[in-house]
């Protein structure tokens, strides 16, 4: 902490809102200080505020989470320029995921790429319906599969392949982020749970099918691109009760409570949307 107050920042920015973050703000005392006011975890007992100028919740106008993250830019008195996240991965990486993808017969813009993980079990859409719903996908559509995700997945990656009769190429744990996000760049179409690579699959330009739980699609939902984000109806009927901590989000299994016809019929919608552009930049 001392070698970061020696660096004599001009200004913090408390994006994370924690008792951490403001913690760490405090001690840098930057000269400008930007927090959320109110902020999204109260302060506790005998805690300082150390913020000196106040962002809204949802800065802009905005409801979903993006602008939240925009909202110190308006505090500040910074016009707003852009709104949609995009990600490029660099030439080095696109080279290595064309490399990668050829090593196992995928064509570019050819393929659905797939991820069944997420950091909670219950936010795991089931990895049956996952191979049910890559069967119908792909004879419907004749395009590849490939799953992707992080080491601690391979399990659930495995359970996919054993159950699906289409050919699957795992590359579930092989990835850097910055090859996933080349991976992602080139797929005709991500299909997924609410998660990291959902958003960087949108951030990369590729269409989404995100399956939601508790947590609401206008708040976290894929942005920038042809999307559909599915969620079950609610209130939530609870099918893991033993389970599911329903005031938190990403601890709630409400994403078990959707049927495989129509994840299957948003990825139909998806791909026809997005078809005609598809032919152009062919």
């Not at 300082?48 to 809204?56: D, I, R, S, Y």
């Not at 991500?190 to 590729?206: I, K, Q, R, V, W």
Request: net charge positive; with cysteine; hydrophobic share 45%.
């Amino acid at each position: 902490m001392k070698a970061l107050r020696g660096f004599r920042f001009d200004l913090t920015i408390d994006l994370t809102d924690s008792k951490t973050s403001r913690l760490l703000s405090g001690l840098v005392n930057a000269k400008t200080r930007v927090g959320y006011n109110p902020p999204e975890r109260p302060l506790k007992l005998l805690e300082g505020q150390p913020a000196n100028v106040f962002a809204k919740p949802f800065g802009f106008g905005g409801q979903h989470f993006v602008y939240r993250y925009l909202s110190p830019l308006e505090a500040l008195g910074i016009d707003l320029r852009v709104t949609v996240p995009s990600l490029q991965p660099p030439p080095i990486e696109a080279a290595k995921a064309l490399a990668l993808l050829g090593t196992h017969h995928i064509r570019p813009n050819a393929f659905v790429a797939v991820h069944a993980g997420a950091s909670f079990k219950g936010r795991q859409w089931q990895p049956e319906r996952f191979a049910e719903a890559i069967d119908q996908i792909a004879a419907e559509t004749g395009l590849g599969i490939v799953l992707v995700g992080g080491p601690g997945e391979g399990e659930t990656a495995a359970r996919i392949v054993a159950e699906t009769a289409t050919p699957v190429v795992d590359l579930v744990g092989a990835l850097s982020l910055e090859t996933l996000l080349a991976v992602l760049e080139q797929a005709r179409l991500f299909l997924g749970n609410e998660s990291g690579p959902m958003h960087m699959a949108a951030a990369a330009g590729t269409p989404v099918v995100g399956l939601f739980g508790l947590t609401h699609p206008s708040r976290w939902g894929p942005v920038g691109v042809p999307s559909i984000a599915l969620r079950p109806s609610m209130p939530c009927d609870c099918v893991a009760k033993d389970l599911c901590r329903r005031t938190d989000p990403s601890k709630a299994c409400c994403v078990w409570r959707l049927e495989v016809k129509p994840v299957v019929e948003a990825a139909r919608e998806i791909l026809a949307r997005t078809e005609l552009k598809n032919e152009r930049s062919g």
